[in-house]
Nanobody, 127 residues
Framework: QVQLVESGGGLVQAGGSLRLSCAASGRTFSSYAMGWFRQAPGKEREFVAAISWSGGSTYYADSVKGRFTISRDNAKNTVYLQMNSLKPEDTAVYYC????????????????????WGQGTQVTVSS
């Protein structure tokens, strides 16, 4: 069982930056692939970024590529999402998610493949 707690959301002006964190409980965090997803009001949850257990493989949605960076610190059981050059269309609730990939060096980009989810953190970008 893995519990995930996101933090770091808030209100920022367009062009600004935020760093989201997702702290995970459990001794086997390092064996889990991690993903970030977001959901804006009236829209479906969408993929943002994902990272393999080792950090060796990362994946990004086209809409955030070049602006967002996902990383992880297995010693701290934490995954991060650095968000730069934020746009109003990035406004959403951001969720982190985890799935054990048994040390395979990939991470899913589809929400249904993840087993564990955090409660979400609100990111609002003003124009």
């Amino acid at each position: 069982q893995v519990q995930l707690v996101e933090s770091g959301g808030g209100l920022v002006q367009a062009g600004g930056s935020l760093r989201l964190s997702c702290a995970a409980s459990g001794r086997t965090f390092s064996s889990y692939a991690m993903g970030w997803f977001r959901q804006a009001p009236g829209k479906e949850r969408e993929f943002v970024a994902a990272i393999s257990w080792s950090g060796g493989s990362t994946y990004y949605a086209d809409s955030v590529k070049g602006r967002f960076t996902i990383s992880r610190d297995n010693a701290k059981n934490t995954v991060y999402l650095q968000m730069n050059s934020l746009k109003p269309e990035d406004t959403a609730v951001y969720y982190c998610a985890a799935i054990s990939t048994y040390y395979s060096d990939y991470a899913p980009v589809s929400a249904p493949e993840y087993d564990y989810w955090g409660q979400g953190t609100q990111v609002t970008v003003s124009s």
